[in-house]
């Protein structure tokens, strides 16, 4: 399973094909065929997005039988999620001091 590589990540879910795989597999896991079967992309473009993901470390693949069936990367998932916290808590943190700033202003 590869490793998450947090900037490869978050640009390859700027791509809506994508972005639209990776909610595909966050419903169950599938094969190319049954993702370019729900998508308006080729199976072609369909490989060619998830050895995107990939690499990112966002998606994961098994062989079953002729098949390789394509999952999400439980690890990958949970490295955005870390990084989205971080950026929210942030956020939060700097509103504070603004409000907080101000109500000392005001005193």
């Not at 896991?29 to 966002?58: C, N, T, W, Y």
Request: charged letters at 25%; proline letters at 4%; aromatic letters at 6%.
């Amino acid at each position: 399973m590869a490793a998450f590589k947090a900037h490869q990540g978050w640009e390859a879910l700027g791509d809506p094909s994508r972005f639209a795989i990776v909610q595909c597999l966050a419903e169950r896991p599938r094969a190319v065929g049954d993702l370019a079967d729900e998508l308006p992309i080729s199976r072609q473009a369909v490989s060619q997005h998830l050895r995107v993901l990939k690499d990112a470390g966002l998606v994961a693949a098994q062989a079953v039988g002729t098949r390789r069936i394509y999952r999400l990367n439980p690890a990958g998932v949970a490295a955005l999620k870390d990084q989205l916290d971080t950026f929210w808590r942030r956020a939060l943190d700097g509103y504070q001091n603004v409000i907080e700033d101000k109500t000392e202003e005001g005193s």
